[in-house]
């Protein structure tokens, strides 16, 4: 079984920072690429960052230069440093993984439970 875990949400006043962390574990034997996506009220999710197991980054427009993914591969674990917060970050932020479990050929994607970020004054 997988567990793949979000932590760090928050509320922050707007300019502010936070540090969002994930981590997956379970029978996993290869992660290809771990992400951050988000969903805001009344809107669709979106692809925010994601980090592939060779360390390549991407970004969406809206975060580029304030955002930063980074992996710890030895701990699964995903890190979203979140700099210069604006009102238009609040949402749900959910951590995503595509990697193999043992055992099985096929690549598979998880999710976490999400963890809610709130840009406010």
């Known amino acids: 079984q997988v567990h793949v875990v979000e932590s760090g949400g928050g509320l922050v006043q707007p300019g502010g920072s936070l540090r969002l962390s994930c981590t997956a574990s379970g029978s996993i034997f290869s992660i290809y690429s771990m992400g951050w996506h988000r969903q805001a009220p009344g809107k669709q999710r979106e692809l925010v960052a994601d980090?592939?197991?060779?360390?390549?980054?991407s970004y969406t427009d809206s975060v580029q230069g304030r955002f930063t993914i980074s992996r710890d591969s030895a701990k699964n674990t995903v890190y979203l440093q979140m700099n210069s917060l604006k009102p238009e970050d609040t949402a749900v932020y959910y951590c995503?993984?595509?990697?193999?479990?043992?055992?099985?050929?096929?690549?598979?994607?998880?999710w976490g439970q999400g963890t809610q970020v709130t840009v406010s004054s």
């Open positions: 995503n993984t595509l990697h193999r479990n043992y055992g099985d050929p096929t690549p598979r994607g998880y």
């Open positions: 980090i592939t197991s060779g360390g390549t980054t």
